[in-house]
């Protein structure tokens, strides 16, 4: 299953250096090739660095680690090649300040590209663990491991998400249909007020307990 990793800032290099750790093939692309390079090179493993296009032919998932405001303009050039494939939305639609959400309670950032891209698969997933944790390659803190909530439309493509949550040593929580990212991305906002405001530090997480 190769996996590719539009965004090549600390998420998307931190995720994917991890991926090809676990053994999947990664593919980077970046708006500055250079910082996919780089990212390629950090990553080891095989993983390469390539245009968006070429990704998005050669991916079977593909994870958007880019910033909200840009999706757009990052897929719109390769659209006509995202028929059927998984989109993992990675985002969040933060305001430039970290202090709000810019979408929300009626709405989510993971619906508009559902909508914007209606021919992919898109999956809610990744988008409330610091990058710090991904960069540690740790899911578990103090022996709890850390859960990643996912939501989706289609099964096969939510059971691919699942299975690549499940790899890193995460655990991973089906959250229902891609509407529920309105309840996902405001985790998000909570993840960086503990955090970064109220002074929990980036290596943090949530834990479903049942």
């Not at 050669?58 to 494939?85: C, M, Q, W, Y």
Request: net charge neutral; charged share 20%; hydrophobic share 45%.
């Amino acid at each position: 299953m190769n996996i590719g990793v539009i965004g090549s800032g600390k998420v998307g290099r931190a995720l994917g250096a991890w991926l090809a750790q676990a053994g999947y093939p990664v593919l980077f692309s970046a708006r500055d090739r250079s910082h996919a390079d780089a990212a390629a090179k950090d990553s080891g493993c095989g993983a390469l660095a390539m245009d968006t296009t070429a990704v998005v032919q050669r991916a079977d998932i593909v994870l958007l680690a880019l910033p909200f405001t840009e999706i757009n303009s990052a897929l719109e050039p390769v659209r006509e090649h995202l028929s059927g494939k998984i989109l993992v939305d990675v985002t969040n639609p933060i305001t430039s300040d970290h202090r709000a959400l810019s979408i929300g309670h009626t709405d989510s950032g993971a619906e508009e590209i559902a909508q914007q891209f209606p021919t992919a698969n898109v999956v809610k997933a990744f988008n409330a663990v610091f990058a710090e944790v991904y960069a540690s390659q740790r899911a578990k803190i103090d022996g709890r491991t850390i859960t990643i909530f996912y939501a989706g439309v289609e099964p096969q493509s939510k059971a691919s998400v699942h299975t690549i949550i499940a790899a890193l040593g995460f655990d991973p929580v089906d959250a229902g249909p891609l509407e529920n990212a309105r309840y996902l991305e405001p985790l998000s906002l909570l993840n960086i007020r503990l955090g970064r405001v109220l002074g929990f530090g980036t290596q943090i997480g949530f834990s479903l307990l049942r």
